[in-house]
């Protein structure tokens, strides 16, 4: 089955900084790669995802990569803001929606003023 | 995004007894729901897929004779956590689906249950 490696597990950042959170999978037939951000005591939300088609997303500050050949990606966030503290999880899927996500560790992000 | 409602949010029962959670997807219909526990400081494990209509898939390692899971229609699914012992104590989340219309999963806000 498909396993997915994510790092850092804690990363502190001071406000304005850029942060970046890598993973790695281990499936090459993944093509869905979606990053949730998830606030204490609540359901994870999506922020971005990419499918496997692509190799580049942006969504204002928040940014997204991929390269399938070495099987990885990573998520970007520029100019931090304290409200972009959180615990963000990395998932990979096999053909969508309808299929189970596999999640990486998690990564705590705190933005320190 | 799509909107999924979970109830309760909170529960404290007793060893021994059951309790249900409910999932909702209110507004959009969902072929298929996911359920997951997430223990404190750790990642999201996925403990079972349900089509709608029909049984569900269990994760290995998951008791499905223990955690029943129903999705009856394509807005509601529940999760019956029978015979519940501290150790079942956790965040449960779920997810809802349509593989028909998009990638993404839309997660519900989670129900924490601790049991006693």
């Known amino acids: 089955g498909e396993n997915v490696e994510q790092h850092p597990s804690t990363l502190s950042v001071q406000e304005g900084d850029s942060a970046v959170i890598k993973c790695t999978y281990s499936d090459s037939a993944s093509n869905y790669f979606p990053w949730y951000k998830q606030e204490l005591g609540k359901g994870p939300q999506l922020i971005i995802d990419?499918?496997?088609?692509?190799g580049e997303k942006k969504d204002q500050r928040i940014a997204v990569t991929l390269n399938k050949t070495a099987k990885h990606f990573s998520l970007h966030i520029t100019e931090t803001q304290p409200e972009d503290s959180a615990v963000y999880f990395c998932a990979a899927s096999t053909t969508g929606g309808g299929n189970k996500l596999t999640f990486g560790t998690g990564t705590q992000l705190k933005v320190e003023l | 995004g799509a909107v999924v409602s979970q109830h309760p949010s909170r529960v404290i029962c007793k060893s021994g007894t059951s309790v249900k959670i409910e999932c909702r997807s209110l507004d959009f219909q969902a072929t298929t729901m996911f359920w997951y526990r997430q223990f404190p400081k750790q990642s999201l494990m996925l403990m079972a897929t349900?089509?709608?209509?029909?049984?569900?898939?269990?994760e290995q390692g998951v008791e499905k004779d223990k955690f029943l899971i129903n999705h009856a229609s394509l807005t509601l699914s529940t999760l019956t956590v029978t015979s519940a012992h501290p150790e079942d104590s956790s965040f449960y989340i779920c997810?809802?689906?349509?593989?028909?219309?998009?990638?993404?999963?839309?997660f519900g806000p989670g129900t924490r249950l601790t049991v006693t």
């Open positions: 990419i499918r496997s088609n692509v």
């Open positions: 349900s089509n709608e209509g029909s049984k569900a898939t269990y």
């Open positions: 997810s809802a689906s349509n593989s028909f219309l998009t990638y993404e999963q839309y």
